[in-house]
């Protein structure tokens, strides 16, 4: 079946970096759009990216435009989120998705999810 894993969450200080990964298997997932969502406690989950089918349009919250990169490798059924410049506030666990429905990227309706990567920023 479907299936989507996160990987390269961990501690980092504020103004450094990490870089997610995220693995898909069990479909043809280089078709279709992908994203990035994160929840911090007490907190509902928040859109981060997202990423078309082709990799050549992106979307982005304005909380992280110019800090994050979201990029993906069809071939190695992967996509990945370059996290730089990172701040306490975008402490959390952050999640990929992806869904086999035509939508606009701007619509953050996804079906399929990973079960997150711990990220932690510390002052």
């Known amino acids: 079946q479907a299936q989507l894993v996160e990987s390269g969450g961990g501690l980092v200080q504020a103004g450094g970096s990490l870089r997610l990964s995220c693995a898909a298997s069990?479909?043809?997932?280089?078709?279709?759009?992908m994203g990035w969502f994160r929840q911090a406690p007490g907190k509902e989950r928040e859109f981060v990216a997202a990423?078309?089918?082709?990799?050549?349009?992106?979307y982005y919250a304005d909380s992280v435009k110019g800090r994050f990169t979201i990029s993906r490798d069809n071939a190695k059924n992967t996509m990945y989120l370059q996290m730089n410049s990172l701040k306490p506030e975008d402490t959390a666990v952050y999640y990929c998705?992806?869904?086999?429905?035509?939508?606009?990227?701007?619509?953050?309706?996804?079906?399929?999810w990973g079960q997150g990567t711990q990220v932690t920023v510390s002052s």
């Open positions: 998705a992806g869904r086999f429905i035509r939508r606009p990227l701007t619509v953050l309706q996804y079906e399929y």
């Open positions: 069990g479909r043809t997932w280089g078709t279709y759009d």
């Open positions: 990423i078309g089918w082709s990799g050549s349009i992106t």
